[in-house]
């Protein structure tokens, strides 16, 4: 992603997991992906996904005020917020899960109910309205 080379967290396993060498080369080397706070990952996928803020608000359903002050780092959003703002961009699962660890909330996780209905809707390219939908249909906690 950006100017790091993204690893999905699979992948970077196996290569860590091969050898010391491996990950000395990479490290080294500069291939080993850098610490990024969640305020650069917010802009880097803005900018990957050509958004502006104002489209993720206008999706996320979100305050303007709120997001701009997440996206500043000055407000520290919940897990659910998080949720709202990675669904408002289209995020992929592997981006959602990345999104959610650096802003220290938790990874959807397949055995909690509400994450697997999450984690489908995101497979299926559901929206956040159509993934809130769905979790009021199952009567799981909603989104919005």
Do not use: W
Request: include cysteine; proline fraction near 3%.
């Amino acid at each position: 992603m950006g100017k790091d080379k993204f690893y999905e967290t699979d992948a970077l396993l196996k290569l860590v997991r091969t050898s010391p060498q491996i990950l000395e080369e990479m490290i080294v080397e500069g291939n080993f992906p850098q610490n990024i706070t969640l305020t650069e990952y917010l802009q880097e996928l803005l900018d990957e996904k050509e958004l502006l803020i104002t489209d993720v608000v206008r999706m996320s359903l979100l305050s303007k005020s709120y997001v701009y002050q997440v996206f500043s780092g000055e407000r520290i959003p919940s897990r659910d917020v998080l949720l709202r703002l990675g669904l408002a961009m289209s995020c992929s699962i592997d981006e959602m899960q990345h999104l959610l660890t650096l802003g220290q909330t938790g990874i959807l996780y397949p055995k909690v109910r509400r994450d697997a209905a999450i984690l489908c809707c995101m497979s299926h390219g559901l929206t956040l309205l159509e993934t809130d939908e769905f979790l009021e249909h199952i009567e799981e906690r909603n989104l919005l």
